[in-house]
């Protein structure tokens, strides 16, 4: 008889914008205007920061009022106090995929704590959302873990997989560590396009909390120096 222990889960939050099917209607195709496609030559942005349309949160701001009950729960998943907690959108853009355009490379983001995908449009065709690591801690020998023509793995589990991936479901939106690599992987040919709204998220105290030292202090109590 054996035990194994598991520990150090990574959570990725999904839940349900309460929103969603009045902002989709409203404001479908206003949104899809401000994604970061093209400039002038016709090339794609390479970042939505090229392209310097990052400030959706400005135009909508009631989505994001909304989004506020999902980052609640997301936080008291890992049993912390949130109302104790200010959220601040640092950045939020529009992505729009269809049969043209790849499905997104492995990447993070840069200096944030929680990243989002809203998925305003999205259908069973849908590229799925995969979250992965560089490296397993349980790929004791090197490619252990590997699937290949030749292996010695079984088939994959929770404990020797390095991606897992999360089914775009329309209406629901995604919340997750920054730093955390993740990419979309296609399973099966686009039919239709997809449409989601994507950000960054920095998590500070409340002005009146500032004698706790977890996180950091409020940027309203912050000095910047010119």
């Not at 150090?8 to 309460?18: A, C, I, R, T």
């Not at 944030?112 to 979250?131: G, H, P, R, W």
């Not at 404990?159 to 560590?177: A, H, K, R």
Request: glycine share 4%; net charge neutral; charged share 25%.
């Amino acid at each position: 008889m054996y035990k194994t222990h598991t520990i150090f889960p990574l959570v990725v939050y999904q839940g349900e914008v309460e929103i969603h099917e009045q902002f989709k209607k409203e404001n479908l195709s206003d949104v899809k205007d401000y994604w970061f496609q093209k400039d002038t030559n016709g090339n794609y942005f390479e970042t939505p920061e090229n392209s310097g349309k990052l400030f959706v949160h400005q135009k909508y701001p009631e989505l994001f009022k909304s989004i506020k009950k999902n980052l609640d729960e997301y936080l008291s998943v890992f049993d912390v106090m949130h109302e104790k907690l200010s959220y601040h959108v640092m950045k939020s853009w529009v992505g729009v995929h269809d049969k043209s355009i790849p499905a997104l490379s492995p990447h993070a983001h840069n200096e944030t704590n929680i990243s989002f995908v809203y998925y305003l449009k999205s259908d069973s065709y849908s590229d799925k959302f995969c979250a992965m690591q560089k490296k397993n801690r349980n790929e004791f020998s090197g490619a252990l873990f590997e699937k290949t023509k030749y292996n010695v793995l079984n088939k994959l589990n929770i404990y020797n997989s390095n991606y897992y991936t999360i089914t775009p479901f329309e209406g629901t939106i995604l919340l997750f560590p920054g730093d955390m690599l993740h990419q979309t992987i296609e399973v099966s040919p686009l039919r239709n396009e997809r449409v989601a709204i994507v950000g960054d998220i920095k998590v500070t105290l409340k002005k009146e909390n500032y004698m706790y030292h977890q996180s950091c202090n409020h940027p309203s109590q912050w000095m910047e120096l010119n």
